[in-house]
């Protein structure tokens, strides 16, 4: 199953780059089934622009999180921190195999049903 993912252009490029190898959220989707995701880069980009193989969800406190993932983290300390301030729980998937499209696409263009970017995420 996959999952619609929105993330900020800057963090998109270090995924594509092979440089961030987890994406951090506060909620996580609940579907153990799911085992890619597709990037839908956040404006100014605003387009669909790759696939990524899900190996992994981590949860923990930030600290348990920050020293599981820092090496590919793609995120400073302080940052991530401040993501989390105020929740008991973190999450990171861990990313596997990326898949960049060819011609990136905007939402309508990925899937007609698609109305707005998610503000997390959406099952596809």
């Given at each position: 199953m996959r999952i619609l993912l929105s993330i900020k252009p800057e963090y998109v490029y270090k995924i594509l780059a092979g440089t961030k190898k987890f994406e951090y959220r506060r909620t996580v989707f609940k579907n153990k089934d799911v085992d890619s995701m597709v990037i839908y880069a956040t404006?100014?980009?605003?387009?669909?622009?790759?696939?990524?193989?899900?190996?992994?969800?981590?949860?923990?406190?930030?600290?348990?999180?920050?020293?599981?993932?820092?090496?590919?983290?793609?995120?400073?300390?302080?940052?991530?921190?401040?993501?989390?301030?105020?929740?008991?729980?973190?999450?990171?998937?861990?990313?596997?195999?990326?898949?960049?499209?060819?011609?990136?696409?905007?939402?309508k263009g990925f899937d007609s049903r698609i109305k707005s970017a998610p503000q997390s995420f959406i099952y596809l």
């Amino acid at each position: 199953m996959r999952i619609l993912l929105s993330i900020k252009p800057e963090y998109v490029y270090k995924i594509l780059a092979g440089t961030k190898k987890f994406e951090y959220r506060r909620t996580v989707f609940k579907n153990k089934d799911v085992d890619s995701m597709v990037i839908y880069a956040t404006l100014p980009e605003g387009l669909v622009v790759a696939e990524v193989e899900v190996l992994d969800v981590l949860s923990g406190s930030k600290t348990q999180i920050w020293q599981r993932t820092k090496e590919y983290s793609g995120i400073s300390r302080r940052d991530l921190f401040t993501y989390f301030e105020g929740k008991k729980e973190a999450h990171a998937i861990q990313l596997g195999k990326v898949t960049p499209y060819i011609e990136p696409k905007t939402l309508k263009g990925f899937d007609s049903r698609i109305k707005s970017a998610p503000q997390s995420f959406i099952y596809l």
